[in-house]
């Protein structure tokens, strides 16, 4: 999951994408990059590390032009080598710089055919610059010295053609503009927003939430479909196109769980409100399962996401709604961390209990989900060391069973703690009194709204292990687990003995915010 933002302004983008992608730095905190263009020129400036570390003064002065793009990494495929922060760049044709949010399915197959095909060479292991290359040599075929907005349009057909998975992308094509587009599925979210500039004209922008276009006093336009395109020539002029054969409406139902800023609007609906709601599914489901003698005291979320669910929760059952551990935010998200470890190490630097919430006290511990399961163990552990008497101990989201192969970094099933366990045995693992799993109709039924009749589906491929682009199989998941699991990571990185069987080391562990 990353976050992408581009901009075709009438002044210096600069400032506004440096902004722009401080908004979006949620979405991703290994990695930052900015590209824009000045006469035919361009700048890019990118690194490993935070948006504040990575972009000083001397780097934002150089960063000359009125269109640019910006991007936060946090890595599925590929590494964490700052070779592989975005945005990529390919000189032909024109000079093509792209930043993509998302995965691909089939980029071997993609990267192999490039190289025998196309004769294009792949200089990392990111799907992003597979992307970018298919892109390119599309727009390369059609020999134009200047493209029309047809010809943009086409290209991005080809690439719906020709890739498989989860793509919001933003491309900056030197000289001619700035073109952005979305999977046929719209799992990856892409919206435009605009704004009037002071000669007269209007400028433009896209990024990967409404937060990153609000923030920047740009009025929101709307969400970009599954498989549409947008493009903005260099004078400035809006083009917009369908590019694929059979769009349809599958979003990532994660992001409305846990990755979206609660304040940012997704296809049209409020994930504040989503979240609200998915708060009162989950406690009608605890008086359903556990009735009214449910023996709860108070109901604590567990910093961030988890809030907004847990306190209408709250309001729900009736209960007193506690702020019981204190957030250090100079700590990153665990999720994100790569390898259990760190993950185990920073879940105690990062939360602290506020005693009194806890001291006597039968609590409901609150979290957006569930994934690897042993934080999870550490945090109840900390409310039964603040005087917890009872730990209950509820997730927003339904069971984390399958991988994710479109951008989540869930890829190997043997990390996820309910793929192969039933609730109790679930339970006893993360040393909780009682435990409850949001139910997967309530969760759709708690993001859909009347007014935006066209999301009726969602990916929900982690809870019911159907993939919405239907090229995935067992094989395709074994090697995905090979490669991207814990363990691989660590192993490409230097970091662990190469002969350690994965199966023998326990990586399960959760994700929380």
């Given at each position: 999951m990353c976050g992408v933002v581009g901009i075709a302004g009438q002044a210096p983008?600069?400032?506004?994408?440096?902004d722009a992608l401080t908004m979006l730095q949620h979405r991703g905190q290994d990695a930052a990059g900015i590209v824009t263009c000045d006469n035919n020129r361009l700048f890019l400036r990118k690194d490993n590390g935070l948006v504040r570390d990575v972009f000083h003064t001397r780097h934002m002065r150089a960063l000359k032009g009125n269109y640019g793009v910006g991007h936060v990494r946090y890595p599925t495929a590929g590494s964490s080598s700052s070779a592989e922060a975005q945005p990529f760049y390919v000189n032909s044709p024109y000079g093509v710089t792209l930043a993509h949010n998302g995965n691909l399915t089939n980029a071997d197959e993609i990267r192999q055919d490039l190289f025998e095909t196309d004769l294009r060479h792949m200089n990392t292991d990111s799907d992003s610059e597979v992307l970018l290359n298919v892109f390119a040599h599309e727009l390369e075929k059609l020999r134009t010295l200047h493209p029309t907005p047809e010809d943009i349009f086409y290209s991005v057909?080809?690439?719906?053609q020709r890739c498989r998975g989860a793509y919001g992308v933003i491309a900056m094509i030197t000289g001619q503009g700035l073109v952005a587009f979305r999977d046929p599925h719209g799992i990856r979210p892409l919206i435009y927003g605009s704004r009037p500039a002071q000669n007269g004209k209007t400028e433009y922008?896209?990024?990967?939430?409404?937060?990153?276009?609000?923030?920047?006093?740009?009025?929101?336009?709307?969400?970009?479909?599954?498989?549409?395109?947008?493009?903005?020539?260099?004078?400035?002029?809006?083009?917009?196109?369908?590019?694929?054969?059979?769009?349809?409406?599958?979003?990532?139902?994660?992001?409305?769980?846990?990755?979206?800023?609660?304040?940012?609007?997704?296809?049209?609906?409020?994930?504040?409100?989503?979240?609200?709601?998915?708060?009162?599914?989950?406690?009608?489901?605890?008086?359903?399962?556990?009735?009214?003698?449910?023996?709860?005291?108070?109901?604590?979320?567990?910093?961030?996401?988890?809030?907004t669910s847990a306190l209408e929760l709250a309001n729900?059952?009736?209960?007193?709604?506690?702020?019981?551990?204190?957030?250090?935010?100079?700590?990153?998200?665990?999720?994100?961390?790569?390898?259990?470890?760190?993950?185990?190490?920073?879940?105690?630097?990062?939360?602290?209990?506020?005693?009194?919430?806890?001291?006597?006290?039968?609590?409901?511990?609150?979290?957006?989900?569930?994934?690897?399961?042993?934080?999870?163990?550490?945090?109840?552990?900390?409310a039964r060391d603040a005087g917890a008497k009872k730990v209950f101990f509820a997730s927003a989201a339904p069971m984390v069973k399958y991988p994710n192969v479109y951008g989540i970094d869930m890829p190997a099933k043997s990390e996820?703690?309910?793929?192969?366990r039933e609730l109790n045995e679930i339970q006893k693992i993360i040393g909780a009194d009682r435990l409850i799993f949001q139910d997967l109709e309530d969760l759709k039924d708690a993001i859909r709204i009347p007014k935006v009749p066209a999301v009726k589906e969602f990916d929900c491929s982690v809870f019911d292990g159907v993939y919405v682009t239907g090229d995935i199989n067992d094989e395709y998941l074994d090697s995905l687990q090979k490669h991207r699991s814990d363990l691989a990571k660590k192993q490409k990185d230097g970091y662990v003995d190469t002969n350690i069987d994965a199966a023998s080391v326990d990586l399960t562990g959760v994700r929380e915010d």
């Amino acid at each position: 999951m990353c976050g992408v933002v581009g901009i075709a302004g009438q002044a210096p983008v600069n400032q506004l994408l440096f902004d722009a992608l401080t908004m979006l730095q949620h979405r991703g905190q290994d990695a930052a990059g900015i590209v824009t263009c000045d006469n035919n020129r361009l700048f890019l400036r990118k690194d490993n590390g935070l948006v504040r570390d990575v972009f000083h003064t001397r780097h934002m002065r150089a960063l000359k032009g009125n269109y640019g793009v910006g991007h936060v990494r946090y890595p599925t495929a590929g590494s964490s080598s700052s070779a592989e922060a975005q945005p990529f760049y390919v000189n032909s044709p024109y000079g093509v710089t792209l930043a993509h949010n998302g995965n691909l399915t089939n980029a071997d197959e993609i990267r192999q055919d490039l190289f025998e095909t196309d004769l294009r060479h792949m200089n990392t292991d990111s799907d992003s610059e597979v992307l970018l290359n298919v892109f390119a040599h599309e727009l390369e075929k059609l020999r134009t010295l200047h493209p029309t907005p047809e010809d943009i349009f086409y290209s991005v057909h080809r690439v719906h053609q020709r890739c498989r998975g989860a793509y919001g992308v933003i491309a900056m094509i030197t000289g001619q503009g700035l073109v952005a587009f979305r999977d046929p599925h719209g799992i990856r979210p892409l919206i435009y927003g605009s704004r009037p500039a002071q000669n007269g004209k209007t400028e433009y922008i896209v990024a990967s939430e409404s937060v990153a276009i609000t923030a920047l006093g740009f009025k929101v336009e709307r969400d970009i479909e599954p498989g549409e395109a947008i493009y903005i020539d260099a004078q400035g002029e809006l083009f917009t196109k369908q590019c694929a054969t059979h769009p349809q409406y599958h979003p990532c139902i994660f992001e409305y769980v846990y990755f979206a800023r609660p304040d940012a609007v997704l296809d049209g609906i409020s994930v504040y409100k989503a979240r609200l709601r998915m708060g009162e599914k989950l406690a009608n489901r605890i008086l359903k399962e556990w009735g009214e003698e449910h023996d709860i005291d108070v109901v604590i979320p567990i910093p961030d996401t988890s809030r907004t669910s847990a306190l209408e929760l709250a309001n729900t059952l009736g209960i007193k709604f506690r702020e019981g551990f204190m957030k250090n935010r100079y700590i990153g998200r665990t999720f994100i961390m790569p390898g259990q470890q760190q993950r185990e190490k920073s879940v105690r630097q990062k939360l602290n209990p506020v005693e009194l919430e806890f001291k006597g006290k039968n609590v409901l511990l609150v979290d957006d989900s569930i994934v690897r399961g042993t934080t999870c163990n550490e945090i109840i552990q900390m409310a039964r060391d603040a005087g917890a008497k009872k730990v209950f101990f509820a997730s927003a989201a339904p069971m984390v069973k399958y991988p994710n192969v479109y951008g989540i970094d869930m890829p190997a099933k043997s990390e996820l703690i309910a793929s192969e366990r039933e609730l109790n045995e679930i339970q006893k693992i993360i040393g909780a009194d009682r435990l409850i799993f949001q139910d997967l109709e309530d969760l759709k039924d708690a993001i859909r709204i009347p007014k935006v009749p066209a999301v009726k589906e969602f990916d929900c491929s982690v809870f019911d292990g159907v993939y919405v682009t239907g090229d995935i199989n067992d094989e395709y998941l074994d090697s995905l687990q090979k490669h991207r699991s814990d363990l691989a990571k660590k192993q490409k990185d230097g970091y662990v003995d190469t002969n350690i069987d994965a199966a023998s080391v326990d990586l399960t562990g959760v994700r929380e915010d």
